[in-house]
């Protein structure tokens, strides 16, 4: 049996399950278990969201889902199990959109995992979404966590020179 589980969801089939996360990466060698779980949010950016659309290369998104918990287990080290999944499809207010579990021996390794995986997973992976608005508009949005959360640190970077989360986008 493996250690690393990658799937994408067809919500329109089935929702993402935090039960069977939780499930396979359950192992008695591990104490720490975390888990990241993203729902669909009714703001963002300053507007009202009525629903998102994820739209994905499948079989690109489970390589790089795949390659995501190979370099977690080099970069955190020792043993663990990691359990990836991401929803695609369209959507509503709380819907889960991705659900990510992972165990190793202690909380610090599996933290570390867990987060290591989720903004991978947002920096990499071949996932796009498209937001829906209460207006009737709808926008293609960025998957970069860090670019919302650090622009103004980002653009002043980037007048110095550089970037500050490691890629230029």
Known sequence: MTDIHTAVVDIAHAPLDVAGALDF??????????????RVRQHNL???????????FE?????????????ARQEVGGPMKLYIAHAKGHLRIGDL???????????DEAFRTCRLAIEAVKHE??????????????????????CEEHRD???AAAKQGGNKHGHGH
């Open 153 to 155: 640190a980002e653009l």
């Open 59 to 71: 079989p690109l998104a489970l390589r790089t889902f795949q390659a995501i918990g190979e370099r």
């Open 25 to 38: 990466v359950s192992d008695p060698r591990f104490g720490g278990v975390a888990t990241f779980i993203g």
């Open 46 to 56: 300053g507007r009202v969201v009525t629903g998102v659309s994820y739209d994905l």
């Open 97 to 107: 959109a991705v659900v990510i579990a992972a165990a190793t021996p202690h909380r």
């Open 125 to 146: 992976a071949p996932i796009w979404k498209q937001e829906h608005y209460v207006d009737g508009d709808s926008a293609w949005s960025e998957g970069c966590s860090l």
